[in-house]
């Protein structure tokens, strides 16, 4: 950023005069005294009064004098800011996340970014994948992890992990007890729903990915449910499946972090038996700083 004019200023007023300022400024003191001529002729008025051997600033002086020197400080922050930014150091992350993530993602992975990069600030945006495909096609995130793929030509993939869809019933559901030991939290074996013909479904809105996959699940099976509870919150909807109050359907990744004091049993369902695939996506030829790739190693490592 070239503040030539006002360093020449600046200096003149500290000298006091053309010949040491010229001197600090390694320049000719014609070539100075031409400058400040040339400079109080286009703009139309004295910067500077010549008293014996000394430039004192005028009132007009004083006016630009106050202002160069927050135009120098504006352009050393800037300089700063730059370098920084160059070195990884400082900078602004925009990304997406879905609101369930949060629960157990961020919590592990953005306090040990900030502890590296404390001048690099975050602003995670809590969206559906949809949103969040938008605001980045806008520029306005730098990734976002999502769930759905599209052949926009300006997006890249790149997958961050699979998952799947289990249907989240209470321990003592009679269809646990016919199922024995066979389904574990860490091995959800396939169910048909038709297990499940006749009792309340608790079901998300249709916007949500959750409810795609759902929805996939019940007509891949032709399950009948007997009734349907909406409800947009995953957490809520598996606490009311632990009570007993229907079948609620989850992603298995997010039940294996379920903490309620009624147990749960999972049961991957046969729509969702191909994996999600979830993935960060990135805005193909968008710089990026250095930090952004190590939070989303950090990602790629807690997810």
Excluded: W
């Amino acid at each position: 950023m070239d503040m030539k004019e006002q360093v020449y200023m600046l200096a003149i007023e500290k000298y006091k005069g053309i010949k040491d300022a010229a001197q600090s400024l390694h320049i000719s003191p014609p070539a100075l005294s031409i400058f400040l001529s040339n400079l109080e002729e286009r703009s139309g008025v004295h910067f500077f009064d010549r008293i014996g051997k000394q430039f004192i600033p005028t009132q007009a002086g004083k006016i630009y004098l106050e202002h160069a020197r927050k135009m120098i400080n504006i352009r050393d922050d800037y300089e700063d800011e730059l370098k920084k930014y160059i070195h990884g150091s400082s900078g602004t992350i925009r990304f997406g996340i879905h609101p369930r993530r949060t629960l157990y993602l961020l919590s592990q992975v953005l306090p040990r970014f900030s502890a590296r990069y404390p001048d690099v600030e975050l602003i995670p945006y809590e969206a559906s994948s949809e949103r969040m495909v938008e605001l980045l096609l806008n520029g306005e995130l730098d990734f976002a992890i999502i769930n759905l793929t599209s052949d926009h030509p300006l997006l890249e993939y790149h997958l961050l992990y699979e998952d799947y869809m289990v249907a989240v019933v209470a321990a003592d559901h009679p269809v646990c007890r016919k199922m024995g030991s066979a389904s574990t939290d860490d091995d959800p074996v396939l169910i048909d729903l038709k297990e499940f013909n006749g009792e309340r479904f608790i079901l998300q809105k249709p916007e949500q990915s959750s409810r795609h996959y759902t929805d996939l699940a019940i007509a891949h099976d032709h399950a009948e449910p007997g009734s349907i509870f909406l409800l947009e919150n995953l957490e809520s909807s598996a606490q009311l499946a632990a009570e007993g109050y229907g079948i609620s359907f989850n992603f298995y990744q997010y039940m294996r972090r379920f903490h309620y004091p009624k147990p749960v049993r999972c049961f991957r369902i046969g729509g969702s038996a191909e994996k999600t695939i979830y993935s960060i996506v990135t805005l193909k030829g968008k710089h990026t700083i250095a930090p952004m790739q190590e939070l989303i190693g950090l990602i790629k490592q807690f997810a």
